[in-house]
């Protein structure tokens, strides 16, 4: 299951900075140091180990004459290896026959990632204007700066990039 699911260290640092250069990481400080100042996504791909969690374990209670859910906060203990999952998780026990969580087919994302990187292939490159169509399009949803031709993180090339945003963006999709 997703939950069971934890990302290798590089799969993390596929995450730029909340700038959109490349991260510098710092692990020893505390557990949740490697979220911040990062791209957003991060927090909505990954979940800090030692966080809380909602605990439903409880089950259901009455609340003004209807069901609800009795949620609690509980703390999640750091337990695994590697970097634990949110993406397509689901904090209620869950019957796996009949899992909870739409799975979209296909999304605008990954269009704007597939004209983006079919544009740098046919081509050999890619306009800021294309970017400004396609690959900022997303980076903008999440308040990230927009990529372009001039501002590429040192040591990577366009190809990369659009290559490493679809990684970011599509995670576990």
């Known amino acids: 299951t997703p939950g069971d699911i934890v990302a290798s260290r590089k799969m993390f640092e596929m995450h730029l900075d909340a700038a959109g250069t490349a991260a510098v990481y710092d692990y020893k400080s505390s557990y949740t140091s490697f979220l911040e100042n990062k791209d957003p996504r991060a927090c909505m791909n990954f979940r800090?180990?030692?966080?809380?969690?909602?605990?439903?374990?409880?089950?259901?209670?009455?609340?003004?004459?209807?069901?609800?859910?009795?949620?609690?906060?509980?703390?999640?203990?750091?337990?695994?290896?590697?970097?634990p999952n949110r993406k397509w998780v689901?904090?209620?026990?869950?019957?796996?026959d009949c899992w909870g969580i739409d799975v979209p087919i296909i999304r605008l994302g990954e269009i704007y990632l597939n004209y983006a990187e079919a544009l740098f292939e046919l081509n050999g490159y890619i306009t800021d204007a294309e970017l400004d169509n396609s690959v900022?399009?997303?980076?903008?949803?999440?308040?990230?700066?927009?990529?372009?031709?001039?501002?590429?993180?040192?040591?990577?090339?366009?190809?990369n990039e659009i290559r490493r945003e679809r990684t970011v963006e599509l995670y576990l999709e």
């Open 48 to 83: 800090a180990p030692n966080s809380y969690i909602w605990d439903y374990s409880s089950g259901r209670v009455d609340w003004n004459g209807t069901q609800a859910d009795n949620a609690n906060l509980k703390l999640k203990a750091a337990t695994d290896q590697g970097y």
């Open 90 to 96: 689901t904090e209620r026990s869950l019957d796996p």
């Open 136 to 159: 900022n399009l997303l980076r903008k949803r999440v308040g990230m700066p927009g990529l372009s031709n001039g501002n590429l993180p040192e040591g990577s090339n366009m190809l």
